[in-house]
Every structure is written in C-alpha cells, then in structure tokens.
C-alpha cells in the first residue's frame, strides 16, 4: 500500500485522545463518526453528526444534535471488558486508508488473567449508500482458547457536552441479531432510526441474544475462540432520518438493513462499492506532490476531510466550519465555506459546489428577515446559519477559562455587525460561474443571490454629506480582533466589487435570460433609481488608504492604533487575544487575519504586485499567524509565491497542511479546520501552481517548493477536464 | 340531499366571522382548512394546520405553525375583485355537506359598476389522498358579457397571530399553468411544499400567466365571461411535507400533481374517490338520531368534525385540543385526547384509536425526562404535548383582557403540578384493550405505557407518617379553578386504579407473553420490591369523603371553602373565574368541572346508584356549567341518565352538540371543541344507549329522550361490528 495515502498513528497516546478522535473522523458526506475506540474508553468523546439534523440549544441557539452511537462493538475475553488503559497493551496501530476512507486498528492485547488477543478493528461509512455504515472486528486468541462475548449496541444516551437532544421513540428488535432504536430531537422533532446486524464468522457455533437496556438495545455473541484462530464479527448498521425517509425512517432503516445484510457476510461486497465510489472523486480531486512526503499525506488528508464533509446530495445544508468532525462552532456555517471551500469543489467537484451554493438559496428566506429586522431591504446573510438560514449566531458566549478580561460571558458581535459574509456569499456566486460556466445555476438560482443581496447593500450604505462619500460604519471584518470599526477595508471594498457585479449581472439577464430579467427586476424592485443609487455607492464609496497610496488602510484610524512588536510576545501558546485581552488587543494594530491580504488574494486582477508587495510588508508582520485565525496561512501562502517568497509560502502551506495532523492551534479537539484545508488547496492550485481565472481561461505561472519534484493537479474548466502537471527542474 | 347531512349558513353575518371559520373548517386528517373566503375578506383569520408541524414560539413553546395559505382563488369581474362587503350581495348559501367532506359556497354578487355574477365555489381535502386538495370556482355572468380573471396563489406570507412561521426556500412554475412554493419552518426546519394547477373549463380561450410575487406564487387566468354561461375553474393543490417526503417535498408536490391533474378535469374523479372514502368512515362511526334533526345534523357535525381530526396513517402524532381548526391552546395535546376523544375511535374507527394511542408510546422519553426532571423515575407525561412529548406547557399566559385579577401575566401552573394525565393515558390504553381485544398492542405498547407510568406513581407517592396514608399533595385536578391542593379525589382514586392495573398487568404478561414480561421487569426495574410498594399505596392511599361516606370531597379541605350560590351569579357571559378572579374563585367551591362526577362517570363498574345520585346533587349545583369547562356537560350527560333525569341529560347533551355550531361558549373563533364531540358521543353511547362494558361483553340498557324515535349507531365489539338500534315506543 502506497504510504502517501495513509495517515498513521503507531501509539496510543491519551493526552493526545481527544485531538485524535477528531483526526481519526471518518464519513460519506452524509454523516461523519470521530474516531473513538469500538469497545468505548474513559474520557473519549465520541460523535457521530449527520448534516442538517439540527436542534434548539441554550445560548448557541442551535447545534447539530449528536446522533445515537452506531458504533459500540466491545469484546469482552472471558469476563474481562478489553479497554485499552487496562490490561497490557502489547502493539497498537492505527491507520486511516485516504484512498478508500477505511479506518483500521490492530493492536494486541493482554487481560489481567494474562490472555493475550490480537483484535483488529475496520471501519467505513459507505460513499456508495450513504445510509450504510459498517465495522469489523477481528479477533484471534494469541495464547488462549475460551470463552468470548461480543457486544453490538445502539446506545441513545448521547449528548452534546451534557446537553442530551434526543428522545427515544421506541427501541426493539426483528431477531437476535437484529435491533433498532427510533429517536426524535427534543425541539425541532427530526427523527431518526438506527439499525444494526451482528454476524459472526471462522466459528462452529455462536449464541445471539438481545438485551433491552433502556434506550441501548444490544445484541450479544457467545462463542468460544480457539487459540490462533480468527474470528470475524461483522456489524452493519444502517440510519435513516426523516429528512430521508419522512416518517418512515424505521422501515426505511429495516428494509435497507435486511437489503445490505441478506446475502451472508457483507463487509467486503459493501467496502468495494464504497471504494470504488471514493476512486471516482480522488481521480477529479487528487492533487499529486512529489518529492515532499510529509506535504503529500497532508494535502490529501485535508481533501479527504474536505470530500467527507461536503454533502453529496443534499441542496439544503451545507458545511460547518469544523465540518462533522467536533463540537465546535455547533455545526454552524459561516464564510468559511463559500470563500475558503468552495474553489476546492468548484473546481473539482462542480455538483457538490453547486449544492453548496443552493443551501445559501434556499436558506434566502432567512436572510430577508435577517434585513427586515435591521430595517433594511434585499437579504442580508446571517453571520451563522444552521438549518433555515435564520442568524444563529449566540449573543453571549461563556468567556474562555483564564480570560484575562475577567468577564463571565462574551457579547459576541459578529452576528449582529460583520456584514461582509452576503459579499462573500455573492463572490462566491460569481467564482462559481466564472470557473464553470454553469450559465443555468447562475440563470435559476446564483442572480438572485446576487442581486437580492445586493439590494441590501444599497439600503445598508450610508451617506456621510460632510465627506460626500458613502460608507459602513460600525462593523466587524473578517479580522475579528478589531470589533465596531468604520469603514473596514475587506467590506468596503467587496461590497463595491458586489454592486458592480450586479450591475453587469442585469445587464447579462437582459440578453440571456429576459424573461428571469423581468421576473427579478419586478420581484426584487430593481427599479432604475435602484440602479442608479448602486452607481453613485460604486463611484463614492470610502476606500481609506495610507498617504503613499499604497498601503490600503484596514479600516478607518487603523493606522492610529497601537503598534506591537509581535516578537515580544514569544514564546507563546494562545492567541494574542487571549493573552491581552478583547479590548486591549482591540486597541492595538495586532490582527487576527489580515483582511487587506485577504481581499487582495480574492480579486487578485485588480492589484499589481507593488501593490501587493507594500501591503503584504506592512500587514504579516502585525498578524497573529500561530494563534490567530486559521482562515490566513493558506490564502496568505498564496500572495507569498505572488511576491516570490517561496520559503514563506511553503511554511505557510505546511501550517495550514498540518494544522490538525499535528494540532497546532492545540484546537483539534473540537474539529477539522474545513476553511484552513480548502484554503490549502488553494495555496497549491493557485499560489505554487499559479493558476489565473481570466476571461481568456485558466493560465498558469508555477513556482513550485524548491524540494518537490513534481505538482499535478485536476480541474474542470468550464466543464472540461484539465490536467495540470509542473515539475521543478531536477537538481543538477 | 338529506337535510340531516348539511349544516346550512343562509347568511354572511360579520360579528360571526371568525367563529363560523371555525364551524366550516373541513380536513381529511392530515391537514384542515378553516372556512376562510376563497376570494379573501379582510379581517378573517385563515389557516390551514398540518399535524406535526410545530414551530418554537415565544411564551406558548411551540405552535402548529399556520401553513401557506393553499386556498385563494379570487374572481375579478372587469377591474373589480369579488369582495363579500363590497358591491351588492344579492343571495348567499353555504353549505358544509358532512357526508362527503365538501364545502359549498353559492353566492349572488353585483359589481359597483352593476355588473351581477352567480357564483359557485365548491373544495374539500381529499380523504382518499391526503395530500391532495382541491378547490373549484363555477362563475355565471346574470346580466353582462365581459372580461374576468382569476388569480390562483400560493400564499407564503402567513402567520400566526403576526408571528411568521415559514421561510421561503423556493417559489418557481413549471408552466404557465402550474405553480410551486417550497418552505421550511424557521426553527424546527421542516420542509413543506405546495404545488397547485389552475385550469378552467367552458370557455373557448383562456389566458394564463404567472406571476411570481415575492412569496405569493400567482398563477392568472383571463377569459371573457358571456351571459349566462357558466365558466368553472378548477384549483388542484398537492401539499407535501419532509415528514411525508423528507427533502424531496418539491418532487413529491409536483409528482403528485402531474398525477392528478393529468387526465383533463380533476374535480369530479377526485371527489369520487374523496366520498367513497367518506362512505367507510361513515358506515362505521355514524349516530342516527331520528325524531330530532337539531341533533341529529348536531351530532354528525361533531363526528365529522372528530372524523377530519383524526391521523389516519400517522402513529407520530394526535389531536390537539381544538382539533386543527383553530389556534386555541396552539395544537398542543391534552388529556382531551385519550379521556374524551379516543372512546369514539376505540369504538367505531380501532386503527385510528391504535395510532392515538401510539403517539404517547413514542413520546414516552419526553415523560422519561419530565419525571427525571422531577425527581422520579419512570414516565410522567407531559401536560401538555407536542412534537416530541417534551413538557411544553407555557408557564406564564397574558393575563385575558379585563382580568379581574389586574396581573398582566399569569402563572401556569398545569404544567407543573397537573399530574392525573399519566393516569389518563393509562386509563386510555386499558379501555381501549377492553374495548378492542388488542393484545398485541398491549404486549408491544401498551403493557410499557402503564407499567413505566406506574413507576412514576410509585415514586411520586407521598407517606405521610402522622396520619399513615398515602397522599398526593400540591396537585392540579381537572378542575381547574382550584390549583395547589392536597389530595385531589380524580387524581388519586385514578392512580390508585392505574396502580392496580398495573400489578394486573404483570400478573397477565407474565402468562400471556413471559419474553415481554421479562424485558420489561428488567428495563423498568419492576422488581418485587416495587410491586409490594404499589400495593401498599393502594391499601393506604388517602380518599376522602363527607361524613355520610357517601359524597366524596374533591379534595381535602374542599367542603370549608366558601359556598357560593351560582344563581346570584345570573345572568353572566363569562365564567365565574373571569368574573371574580383566579383567587377568589379558588377560595369557592365553585367548579370548573366536577372531578368526583368525572371519575363516577370513568369507573361505572365501581360505584353505586346512591353514590352517584349524592354525588350528583352535591357537585351539580356548584359547578359552571355554562363557561366552565366544555368538557363537563358530556360527561355529566352520562350520569344524567343513570340518575334518570332525561330532561337534564337531553339539555346537557345538547350544550354539548351544539357548542360551536352555536358558538355557546364564545369561543368557538379559536377552534373547535373536540373533547366536547367526544364527550357528546359518549354521552349518546354511554349515556342514552346505556352501553357498559362487562368481563361479559357489551350490556345496553337505554334510555332515550322522550322524543326521539330511535337511535341507532354501531360499534366494534373485540373486532366484530355490533349494530345497536333502541326506540321509543310510538306516542300513543
């Protein structure tokens, strides 16, 4: 097995658990499981989140409900529970298989009566049927034969962080190796059904039984292992919600179970239809690095998160910022999803792209009423969206332990002030179109999004009659070290770039699509005055920049604040931020992100390298790029090898590669860092591969990493595939 | 037509607008529509509510969230919409025909410009496909030829009582003709679509256009109407939501409606297949009254409207307080449903009692957590339920306008402390299986409903240590104009009975399915210990009772509150807790409802002729009969004719069958009275028929009013149809 696909663990570490689980996630894009241990260990926390399947929280408003553990398949060696921290562990191994999305452990085990087993564990989430989810255990008596049990539950006792979101609606059993357990979420009333099959193989003979614990149905395997001989249990479980099957998940979930399972032993029938599903999306997706190990493994298991988290045929959920893989951020969507992303599935993965973008369409319901109450026409985006695109975002958020402001709670801003996500959302539109030509999406769905957004743009400008230009005060930007600031730059600028495109999009209607023309000119009120007002915020809107022209200004006194050497401040393991406080590190220059670099990267047609040389020196020297935002190192990475800075833009790319492999923001516990892996493969599609979006079509200017031998890469443009493949000359 | 099929509305009065929407609400038990105006009227209240589609709302929790409205058609004559109020209305009938679920309006109407239609609107909810609605608008021009438009929506922006449930996720057409809307609640995120076809018929050219308005989907049909040719438009709408299709609501909407509308004219075929599903429904459940056609016409309408109530095919959900006809207690479920309205079901329609019945099965971990939350074990259900059997009684009400009490809010205390309904669910589960022979829904469900109900009561249960009893203190009783006392005689003497039943019930299993018996000892922890307890609180439970042991004391305490003369009271049209205040009328005896009288009347088997008699005359007096509690007179009805006052009997009946088509509590706006329809079809069954159920079978002994002829209706007796036909002799 090529290495290069697969990400390794040769010791079980507790400190390091939790981290792990996360690592260790796997999924088919419908749901997703951390990697927790089978037979359950003290102190883990397991998850399984499925898209969409959402319900009503204290404070965080909503969150993805952690769903019944499918999981739980525990040996036990005579009387004895195997648990990895009691016994002897005598090897350990993990491996996540990228290429077919298999999770393996094989460790050997000693009991306290001194029986040794060998135990190895497989596990997948079918890409092939979403529904279906499977592990194996295998297990052979290394110095014994006796007595084993096997025990295969559902366990419906699940919470998130203490907070249980489901109530069982009924748990039995069809035989005594097949159970179900029905579950509905407390406030919005989602039901769910588990189902699950134990079959046991390489042994004469086996005694099922079914045990009704309360809201935990388990089926237990008696059997006896002979010494050096394996024993193969097989639990196939299969889970329907009722945004699947309606009402009728039990039955769906029953049939489906009876339909994967009634041909004898399915693990190896199952995993082959899932492989060669994954085949089919690592063939458009891959990218291929040669020369660097450490960068090869990385980038593909950042795309394997990112391939994992997507859904696959769903137009009515999206992405959470830590994908399915933890509790952070609650399943929210932010703008990680349509800036950092999406390019990614663009790209690659045009129907995935286009289902991400029909979430935010369908989800404008909530975005008019989001407009409506701050008195504004058009749809404004939430800052975070959940299941209807209602803002979710919590007002108040418990202050971090240690927090050196000394409060109990947060206010949290965002979702009342950082505006620039409906901008992000209609770039996002745009990007889409330019990279795919997918004219009928933009027709049906993306120029309402556009437009509709922009109306609220137009509502939302203010006129400042002593400047005589248009402005937005009192906002956040993507830097979210810098709360209630004037005129920030990213927004200011985008949301000119988004008037513009809207612009052009109604004059593109008109000639393509005139019926949709009128229909949205009638709908959304783009009258003429509408137009116009849209012109003159275009030709007077504030863009604050430093006396030499050069340096964009973030936002309005910016270049007033405080400026901090950054470098006095190491060694340190947290964020700026958390070590001088919200309000002090508010005073500062110090960001979180850098949101001048981060609009230049986006429109990277409308600066000249000057231009982006002036700024990048003045900006990443006041950016927090450990602790702060883990959106920057990938899109910065990109101006890096713009401005020929190949060293930084390698070490930029590694951080951004590495974050959870080796958990360098000490956050992996509570998820992938969706934005940081799609912003990754924009680092190496855009920033060392140098692709270009021009109106000519896609151009490439490589400047590969000295090290790597060769970069080769996929992508569709405008529906065609294109293979990209750069080599550095061989060193002489 | 039989007259005694029709209920008949000879005139638009406006003070009766609202109540009579409620009167004219027609359903097919998936979904109901009040008896808004096809055309629109301003100041009415339409809705249409789709069981389980709840969405959180401030105070109340969560609401049957008010549906986009599938319903208008509007006619314009000229330039000039047809409005009831405006121009000149020259003859007006509606007619509800209860046989086949059809609602017809006929109407005369001239234009301000003098132009006379006639006008006939025709639409129902089909009963053989439930997601299938359809209306129909028949336009005769009198004395003009000219053009008229129709305008056919699809309206999104509805609410309830100004709060918006819904976000659009899509409105689109598919052609000229055929229009969709697509929503999602914003909380809960359920998904709904409606798609509807016009077309019209008698014309040689029709124009049809949509017309896309933000949310209000339109589609407009222009023709030239001639003199006295009538031109009919049919209106076809299919209604889907996630808990039918799961995401695929839009498919399945326009689907179905290809299906229906593809073989030309709809109307005719669909109400066919409609009225024979009707026909079963009503070969069964109907009551035929002869002598008296006010009751007769009465009582159908209170089936029919028990009948449109009820889920046919959905175990997930029962009926709410005020059926689905109105906003009054927001969709939530009370005891109304199991201790009033299942008997009907259980009777005459066993699948729909069935699936009753299992909505409290499934919702058994909301009790689960409700009884956690107490302190307790086992299962307290919620007082009043919804989606998921969570608690979601409002803890805090606003005060009705005029209060005497000068609160602006008033604290809810059902919730909290009402605690009987675990009993009445039990009780409900054990009629039903008298009733019905169900064992294999008392071994699968059943069985678990009381047993894991009496575990709550073995734990709630109270040893008062002085006196040596059991007690149950701070309770809420049906009567609900006494709240926080101590040993409430329904609520006790009913746990007593459901304890008892319980040990019963173990006894059974352990015979007649020892597997289950097993199951359930262990997940419930029935180890003999609890057993021995239950029977200790049932030897030692408190009951109190008058010094003559005969009149029992509803509660303790209860014969030293202060005795009012509800005569001095007269004449008042309000009740007598709106009238002297919450806390005064706690310090009476005045009653809402008699909670001695209602357990007499629940337990026949157990009580005596002189129990009953001084019972009655001790409660009767003191209890509102007028706007206390609709439930009473129905119940009471059945006592009435065991004491042999007919005359009594015959009047409270008819307060019963009468409530909302003569609006006799006031507010019949907010919905209709199911639990008076089921306490009035008791009363016909229990109380004129003299219908008991023995160990021995069903015993009749009737008693009807003196001028009726004969009363006739039928049951299912353990499965077999029993036709029961009793008559007065002819006057001689």
């Known amino acids: 097995m090529d290495h290069t696909w ?26 997703s499981t951390r990697g927790t241990f089978e037979e359950g260990l003290i102190g883990d926390l397991s998850a399984t989140l499925i898209h969409g399947i959402f319900d009503n929280a204290p404070l965080v408003v909503t969150e993805l409900a952690n769903a019944p553990d499918w999981l739980p398949l525990a040996p036990r060696i005579g009387d004895e529970p195997v648990q990895l921290d009691v016994g002897a562990l005598l090897h350990y191994e993990r491996v996540l298989y990228l290429q077919n999305g298999v999770l393996a452990r094989t460790f050997r085990w000693r009991s306290g009566t001194g029986q040794t087993v060998d135990i190895r564990y497989e596990r ?11 592990v194996r255990c295998q297990i052979t ?88 001989q394996t024993i193969t249990a097989e639990k196939v479980v299969t889970l329907f919600t009722s945004y699947d099957a309606g009402r009728n998940t039990r039955t769906a979930a029953l049939a489906k179970l009876a339909e994967v399972t009634g041909q004898g032993p399915a693990y190896d029938r199952l995993l082959r239809a899932s492989a060669q599903a994954w085949a089919t999306y690592w063939a458009d997706s891959d990218v291929e690095i040669v020369g660097d ?9 950042m795309l394997f998160q990112l391939l994992i988290a997507a859904p696959r045929d769903d137009e009515y959920v999206s992405i959470g910022a830590k994908t399915l893989s933890g509790f952070g951020y609650r399943g929210h969507v932010f703008w990680d999803t349509e800036i950092f992303i999406l390019p990614f599935f663009t790209f690659t993965q045009p129907q995935i792209a286009r289902n991400l973008l029909l979430y935010r369409y369908h989800t ?13 026409k058009g749809a404004q985006y939430p800052w975070e969206s959940a299941l209807t695109g209602e803002e979710v975002t919590p007002r108040w958020v418990p202050a971090p332990a240690g927090h050196p402001d000394g409060q109990q709670q947060v206010r949290v801003w965002t979702g009342d002030i950082e505006i620039h996500i409906s901008s992000d959302i209609a770039y996002a539109v745009w990007h889409y179109w330019r990279g795919t030509g997918d004219d009928a999406v933009m027709i049906q769905y993306g120029a309402e999004m556009i437009l509709d957004t922009a109306v609220f743009w137009g509502c939302r400008a203010e006129w400042d009659t002593r400047a005589e230009h248009y402005e937005f005060t009192d906002v956040i930007g993507p830097d979210e070290y810098h709360e209630h600031v004037d005129n920030n730059f990213f927004t200011n600028y985008l949301a000119r770039w988004h008037l513009q495109r809207a612009l052009d999009l109604t ?3 008109r000639q393509h699509a005139p019926a949709k023309a009128d229909e949205l000119t009638e709908r959304l009120g783009l009258t003429p005055a509408v137009c116009d007002h849209w012109r003159h915020i275009i030709d007077r809107l504030y863009i604050g920049r430093a006396p030499d022209g050069k340096v964009f200004e973030q936002f309005e006194g910016y270049f007033r604040r405080r400026d901090v050497n950054l470098a006095t401040l190491e060694p ?24 001048v670099l981060m609009l230049l990267s986006l429109l990277p047609e409308e600066f000249d390298e000057a231009t982006i040389q002036a700024n990048w020196d003045y900006y990443t020297p006041r950016t927090d790029l450990t602790y702060g935002s883990s959106l920057a190192p990938g899109i910065q990475a990109i101006l890096a090898t713009r401005i020929g800075d190949l060293d930084m ?17 000490l956050n992996t516990e509570h998820g992938i860092h969706g934005a940081t892996a799609g912003a990754m493969w924009q680092a190496v599609v855009f920033g060392f591969g140098g692709l270009r979006l021009t109106d000519q079509g896609i151009t490439a200017s490589p400047r590969l990493p000295a090290h790597w031998q060769r970069l080769r890469f996929k992508l569709f443009e405008r529906g065609q595939p294109r293979e990209f493949v750069f080599e550095n000359p061989p060193p002489s």
Not at 293 to 301: F, S
Not at 572 to 595: F, I, M, W, Y
Not at 651 to 665: C, G, I, P, T
Request: net charge negative; glycine share 8%.
């Open 6 to 31: 697969l990400v390794r663990e040769t010791e079980f570490r507790r400190p390091a658990l939790r981290a792990q689980e996360a690592v260790f996630t796997i999924g088919n894009g419908y749901v």
């Open 124 to 134: 997948f989430m079918s890409l092939a049927d979403k529904n279906v989810l499977v």
């Open 141 to 228: 008596p290394v110095d014994f034969s006796g007595p084993i049990t096997l025990h295969a539950t559902l366990d419906g006792n699940v919470d998130n962080a203490g907070l249980p979101h489901w109530n069982k609606v009924e748990q039995g059993h069809t035989d005594q190796q097949t159970i179900f357990l029905q579950s509905a979420t407390r406030a919005t009333g989602i039901m769910l059904c588990e189902a699950a099959r134990l079959q046991v193989e390489g042994t004469p003979e086996v005694d099922y039984a079914v045990y009704q614990r309360e809201n935990v149905p388990t089926i237990t395997a008696r059997f006896r292992g002979e010494q050096g």
């Open 293 to 301: 190990d450490e960068a090869q493994v990385a980038t593909r298991y």
């Open 364 to 376: 404008l319901g909530g975005a008019h009423r989001k407009a409506q109450e701050g008195g504004y």
């Open 507 to 509: 004059e593109w209607l």
């Open 572 to 595: 340190r393991h947290c964020s700026v931020q958390a070590l001088l406080g919200l309000k002090a590190t508010n005073e500062t220059q110090v960001l979180k992100q850098p949101d």
């Open 649 to 665: 833009a390698y070490h930029l790319y590694m951080q951004a590669a590495l974050v959870d492999l080796k958990d360098l923001r």
